[in-house]
């Protein structure tokens, strides 16, 4: 018996073609479906750069601010109010935090739930690209633009002779756990509140917040300890403790390891039982 004839059903009618044709379509329609999210993804980056609010905010501006903080001769000397670390080291973490959640707290939001409530979303599923092919390569872009921001904030001060953290891997995984903790709240705000204007609106909010609990106008070292207390229970804060520490050749703090990888898992678990297409 040849194998043809083993993949006959009762009726003589061989199977083989078919299941080499099903194989052949399904190669096919994956490799269509790649090639049209790599073009929607090619889209997206297109539409970042022309956007002057996502170009401007979450990107040009922490550098900027660091490029002119780091250029001022007293900003680079140690200084009480900030627990002996200059200004320049002080507020590189804080403006990293800044940048990362004006990408994901306000830009992210927006532009997805922009894509819902115009029916993108759902028009996709007659398309080779599913809408999660999409929002996972739309997720790795907004990544990939919050770490290469956060490599950029970091670098500019020691351009100007400012020190480099002290603990140069604790500073890195600070920079992660920020990233993905924000990455996972900015999902779930658009997960749970479908207007996207709505949902950018609480993003500012909930942003603000972290650049307080960050130090932004306020210097950490000067937060009495129920106020630190509460800003270290915030992804915002346990982030900057962490690269802080790195700063200064702290030992890392598991405690602000696990606020981060709490608000991460929390986030994500709840954005993906809670999400809509439409």
Same mark, same amino acid.
Request: net charge positive; hydrophobic share 55%; charged share 10%.
């Given at each position: ?7 006959s059903?009762?009726?003589?009618h061989?199977? /083989?073609?078919?299941?080499?044709t099903g194989?052949? &379509? ?7 479906g ?5 073009? =929607?993804?090619?889209? +997206? ?8 609010a ?25 200084a ?8 320049? &080291?002080a507020?590189?973490p804080? =403006? ?6 004006m990408?994901?707290l306000?830009? @992210?939001?927006?532009? $997805?739930g922009?894509?819902? +409530? ?5 028009? @996709?599923?007659? /398309?080779?690209?599913?809408?999660a !092919? ?7 872009? !907004?990544?990939?633009?919050? $770490? !290469?921001t956060a ?24 920079? @992660? $756990? ?24 609480? %993003? ?6 972290m ?25 915002? %804060? ?26 991460c ?5 709840v954005?993906?039982r809670?999400?809509?297409? +439409?």
């Amino acid at each position: 018996m040849t194998t043809a004839d083993t993949l006959s059903d009762p009726s003589g009618h061989n199977h /083989t073609g078919h299941d080499q044709t099903g194989h052949h &379509q399904t190669g096919h329609g994956l490799r269509a479906g790649w090639r049209a999210t790599r073009a =929607l993804l090619g889209n +997206e980056v297109r539409l970042f750069a022309r956007t002057p609010a996502a170009v401007v905010l979450p990107v040009l501006m922490p550098i900027v601010a660091t490029a002119v903080i780091a250029a001022v001769p007293a900003a680079r000397r140690p200084a009480e109010p900030f627990g002996g670390l200059s200004v320049a &080291q002080a507020y590189t973490p804080t =403006l990293i935090i800044f940048a990362v959640s004006m990408a994901t707290l306000v830009v @992210l939001p927006s532009i $997805l739930g922009g894509y819902r +409530e115009l029916g993108f979303l759902r028009r @996709l599923r007659t /398309t080779p690209v599913s809408p999660a !092919m999409l929002l996972a390569a739309f997720l790795v872009f !907004m990544t990939v633009v919050s $770490l !290469m921001t956060a490599l950029v904030i970091a670098g500019v001060p020691l351009l100007f002779g400012v020190p480099a953290p002290m603990r140069p891997v604790t500073f890195a995984v600070g920079v @992660l $756990l920020c990233v993905a903790a924000f990455l996972a709240v900015g999902t779930l705000l658009c997960a749970v509140i479908p207007n996207p204007r709505v949902a950018t609106g609480v %993003g500012n909010v909930v942003a603000a917040l972290m650049w307080f609990c960050a130090g932004l106008w306020f210097p950490r070292a000067q937060f009495p300890a129920w106020l630190a207390g509460i800003a270290d229970a915030t992804p915002g %804060g346990a982030a900057v403790r962490l690269m802080t520490d790195a700063m200064v050749g702290a030992a890392m703090s598991w405690l602000a390891v696990g606020v981060c990888v709490v608000w991460c898992a929390v986030g994500a678990t709840v954005a993906v039982r809670t999400f809509r297409w +439409e």
